[in-house]
C-alpha cells in the first residue's frame, strides 16, 4: 500500500500489516457535487424519518462521532471524533473479505466503503458505500454496549472457519454490486451475476463457521431490530443507511421473531428484501447470544470436528493443543480412532507457536514443506506425556539420548533417539525432537530417519481449532489481490455540466456565491435537464427559503412533469417537496 494512503492515528497504529493492505485513500476530492446532494437528501430524509423509528443511540451518535447532514464525512475529520470513543475509521474498495472486516472490527476500526451511490440507487445499493457504512455504521458505536459487542464478534468472527464455497460467494457478491452501482451496467448482466449467487447459496452444502456468524452479523449489525416484537426500533445498519428498507422494515407483513441463537441458521438473500427480521431486547443480549454462538465454535470445542473443519477450509488455520502448543499451516490428513484425532498432517508452510509467538526454530523456514505429529495418550499409560514429572519421565525412558520405541493408542508408532525437549512456561513438554526416527501407523510410513529432525508435538486433545495463523508474523499475509476494482461512473460533457449546476447551487446555498439568479438558473436546468429531480428539489428548496413563493410554485409544477416523464423517482420527489415544506412550517 503506497505511503499516505490515510493519516494514522494510534488505534490505527495497533493495525497489523496484513489489515493495511485493504486500506485505501478515501480521496475526498473525488466526491462530485451529485455525490454531495444525493448524500445531503439521504441523510436529510433518514434523519427526519430515523428519529422516530430508531434507537435513541442513533441521532444521539450523529452528533457525538460528527456526521454532518449537509456533507459527505470526511475520514480525517471522522477519526479526530472517533478517537473520543475509542474508535477509528479506515476507506476501503467496497466489499473486503468477510474475516479481514471482523478483525478490523476487533481492533476498534470501522471499515468504509468510501464510494458513494449512484443518483440513480439512491434509495438502495447492495454495494457497501459511506452512506451504508458512515450514516448506518458510525452513529450506532457511540452507544458502549453496542460498541463492545461489534468488537466482540470481530475478535471471534475473524476465527472463525470458512469453506472454499464462501469465498466463491464472497467473489459474486462483489462482482454483482460492482456491476450494479457501475452505470449502463446491461440488466442481462446484473441477472446473470444474481443467477450466480442464488446458484452458489443454494449449493453451499452444511454452512460452514463463517457462514453461520455472517448471519448472526446480518440480522444484527446489518438488520437488527431492538425493543419489543410490537414496538421494535431500528438499529442495523442496511436499514439505518436505506430510506426505502428503513420504512419497509417497519410494515406489518415483515415477521418479527425474537432474536435467539436460531438466527445463526436463517439465511438471508442479499438481493432481495427479507421477509423476517429479528428483534432483540437489548445491546446486552446480542453479546450473550454471540457467547452461546462461540462456544459452539471450534474455536472453543477443538476435536477432531475442529480438525475436519480445518481440512475442509483448504485455508491457513490453527490446531491448539492441550499443552498450549500451536501448530499453523494448511492443514490436510487426519487419522482417527475412537472418534478423537491421533496424527494430524499439514502441507506446504508450517509454524510453531506458543501463546500466538512462535517457536525459535519452527518457522516456515524450518516446516516448509508441511508438519505431522502423533497426539493423544500412549498406550496402556494413564498418564499423558505433558503431565509426566521428570521423574516419571525418566521412567519411561522419555529422556534425551534415550532410544525409544514410543506407541500411541490408536497404534501410530513414533521409534527413535530424543535429542531434546521444548517446554512451555509452566514446566510442560510441548514438543520432543527425535533422531533416526521412524513413524508409522498400521502398514504405512509416515516418516522416515533420512529426512532429517522429526518434531513430535505432545498433546493429549485438540482443545481449539481456528482460521489463521496463531503467530501474524509467522506468515505472509500481504497477499491478497482484488480480482475486480469498484467501476467510476464516466463523466462524459453533460454529466460535468450537469455537475457544475449541482455545484452553483450548493455554492449559493453555503454562501460561497450568492449572486446568481435562482430563477435563471432553475430555467436553464429545465431546458438542458427536463429529467433531473434532485436540483430541482434543491432549488425549491433556495426559493422558499428566499420567499420566493412564485418561483418555488413554478419549481412544483415542473416537478410534476418530472414525475409523469419518470414515475419511478415520484415518491422521491414527493418526500423531499414534504420535508423541505415541513422545515419551513415549523420555522413559522
Known amino acids: 500500500m503506497e505511503q499516505g494512503a490515510y493519516e494514522s492515528n494510534p488505534i490505527l497504529d495497533k493495525l497489523p500489516e496484513h489489515l493495511k493492505q485493504f486500506i485505501k485513500p478515501q480521496n475526498y476530492e473525488e466526491y462530485t457535487p451529485i455525490d454531495q446532494a444525493v448524500w445531503r437528501y439521504v441523510m436529510r430524509k433518514n434523519v427526519d424519518y430515523l428519529s422516530k423509528v430508531a434507537h435513541k443511540s442513533y441521532v444521539e451518535g450523529l452528533e457525538k462521532t460528527g456526521i454532518s447532514i449537509d456533507n459527505i464525512p470526511n475520514m480525517y475529520g471522522m477519526n479526530r471524533i472517533l478517537k473520543e470513543i475509542g474508535w477509528a475509521a479506515v476507506a476501503v474498495d467496497g466489499f473486503i473479505p468477510p474475516a479481514a472486516f471482523m478483525e478490523f472490527q476487533a481492533y476498534n476500526v470501522l471499515v468504509i466503503a468510501s464510494d458513494i451511490r449512484q443518483l440513480e440507487n439512491i434509495e438502495y445499493t447492495p454495494a ?19 460498541a463492545e459487542y461489534l468488537r466482540r464478534f470481530g475478535e471471534i468472527g475473524c476465527k472463525a472457519i470458512s469453506s472454499a464455497k464462501d469465498y466463491e460467494l464472497y467473489e459474486a457478491v462483489r462482482h454483482l454490486s460492482i456491476i450494479k452501482e457501475a452505470a449502463g451496467t446491461p440488466q442481462s448482466e446484473i441477472e446473470k451475476a444474481e443467477k450466480h449467487i442464488e446458484h452458489l447459496q443454494e449449493n453451499m452444502g452444511e454452512p460452514s463457521e463463517m457462514a453461520l456468524i455472517r448471519n448472526l452479523h446480518w440480522w444484527t449489525v446489518e438488520y437488527g431490530l431492538i425493543g419489543t416484537d410490537e414496538n421494535p426500533k ?24 425474537p432474536y435467539t441463537l436460531e438466527a445463526a441458521q436463517t439465511a438471508f438473500d442479499i438481493t432481495k428484501p427479507q421477509p423476517q427480521l429479528f428483534v432483540t431486547p437489548h445491546f446486552a443480549h446480542l453479546s450473550q ?28 488455520g490453527t490446531l491448539e493443543l492441550s499443552t498450549g502448543l500451536q501448530i499453523s499451516g494448511t492443514f490436510g490428513e487426519v487419522m482417527e480412532h475412537n472418534g478423537k484425532p491421533i496424527y494430524i498432517k499439514t502441507y506446504g508452510p508450517t509454524a ?13 523456514l524450518n516446516h516448509a514443506d508441511g508438519f505431522g505429529s502423533s ?8 498418564l499423558a506425556i505433558e503431565d509426566m514429572s521428570p521423574r516419571d519421565l525418566k521412567a519411561y525412558k522419555i529422556f534425551e539420548e534415550e532410544q525409544v520405541a514410543l506407541e500411541f493408542e490408536g497404534g501410530v508408532k513414533v521409534e527413535g533417539t530424543i535429542v531434546t525437549g521444548t517446554r512451555n512456561l509452566q514446566g510442560k513438554i510441548i514438543l520432543i525432537t527425535f533422531k533416526d526416527c521412524k513413524v508409522s501407523y498400521q502398514d504405512e510410513v509416515l516418516f522416515l530417519p533420512e529426512w532429517g529432525l522429526y ?21 505472509d499475509l500481504i497477499t491478497h489481490k482484488i480480482t475486480e476494482t469498484t467501476i467510476k461512473k464516466t463523466r ?23 449572486f446568481i439568479s435562482r430563477g435563471k438558473l432553475f430555467e ?41 416523464l419518470r414515475p419511478e423517482v415520484g415518491h422521491l420527489i414527493d418526500d423531499g417537496l414534504q420535508l423541505i415544506d415541513q422545515s419551513f412550517t415549523k420555522v413559522k
Not at 518434531?455 to 495463523?469: L, T
Open 352 to 364: 510453531l507457536a506458543y501463546r500466538d509467538k512462535e517457536l525459535v526454530g519452527h518457522s516456515t
Open 492 to 514: 462524459d460533457a453533460q454529466r460535468l455540466k450537469l455537475e457544475a449546476y449541482y455545484k452553483r447551487v450548493r455554492d449559493y446555498r453555503d454562501g460561497i456565491n450568492t
Open 128 to 146: 457497501p458505500d459511506i452512506i451504508h457504512e458512515g450514516a448506518g455504521h458510525a452513529p450506532i458505536i457511540a452507544n458502549p454496549e453496542y
Open 289 to 316: 447470544v454471540l457467547e452461546d454462538f462461540a462456544n459452539s465454535m471450534a474455536l472453543r470445542t477443538g476435536g477432531l470436528e475442529g480438525v475436519q473443519k480445518l481440512i475442509s477450509s483448504k485455508a491457513l
Open 524 to 564: 436553464e436546468v429545465k431546458e438542458e435537464f427536463p429529467e433531473d429531480w434532485l436540483l430541482p428539489v434543491e432549488l425549491y428548496e433556495l426559493a422558499r427559503k428566499g420567499q420566493r413563493e412564485e418561483l418555488a410554485t413554478t419549481i412544483k409544477t415542473h416537478l410534476e412533469e418530472v414525475k409523469k
Open 375 to 382: 497426539i493423544g495418550k500412549l498406550k496402556g499409560i494413564n
Open 234 to 257: 431500528i438499529y442495523g445498519a442496511g436499514l439505518l443507511s436505506s430510506i426505502g428498507e428503513s420504512k419497509w422494515c417497519m410494515q406489518s407483513d415483515v415477521q418479527k421473531l
Open 455 to 475: 518434531h513430535m508435538a505432545v498433546g493429549q486433545h485438540v482443545v481449539s481449532a481456528y482460521n489463521g495463523p496463531a503467530d501474524l508474523l509467522s506468515f
